[in-house]
């Protein structure tokens, strides 16, 4: 089974930046679709953005034209960057993963969808 370990979280001010990291176990892109989602508290899991083993992107609406995902092949890492960050976008970030989905995409998958998860870093704007 493949693990995920999420880093890069932290404390930023509106407007700031910051890149999160999702280091794989072993080399997953070709075979799994690789997703970000994030949890505010007392709210459901929010989909973020989706790469899918094509390399085709999907975004959220909310983070359109802000975050951008992106991968390392060589070194088995996913990364979201955020930019023009809100306080709307605090909350916990996960990393997930899905063999061989019969789709990638935002619109289309919620959190339980995908098979793997890390145990997500935290992600705090403060104004």
């Known amino acids: 089974q493949v693990q995920l370990a999420e880093s890069g979280g932290g404390s930023v001010q509106v407007g700031g930046s910051l890149r999160l990291s999702c280091a794989a176990s072993?080399?997953?892109?070709?075979?799994?679709?690789m997703g970000w989602f994030r949890q505010a508290p007392g709210k459901e899991h929010e989909g973020i953005a989706t790469?899918?083993?094509?390399?085709?992107?999907t975004y959220a609406d909310s983070v359109k034209g802000r975050f951008s995902i992106s991968q390392d092949n060589a070194e088995n890492t996913l990364y979201l960057q955020m930019n023009s960050l809100k306080p709307e976008d605090t909350a916990m970030y996960y990393c997930?993963?899905?063999?061989?989905?019969?789709?990638?995409?935002?619109?289309?998958?919620?959190?339980?969808?995908?098979?793997?998860w890390g145990q997500g870093t935290q992600v705090t704007v403060s104004s």
């Open positions: 790469v899918d083993t094509d390399g085709t992107l």
């Open positions: 072993e080399y997953i892109f070709s075979t799994h679709c």
């Open positions: 997930t993963a899905d063999l061989f989905p019969s789709t990638c995409s935002i619109a289309a998958m919620q959190f339980n969808d995908f098979g793997t």
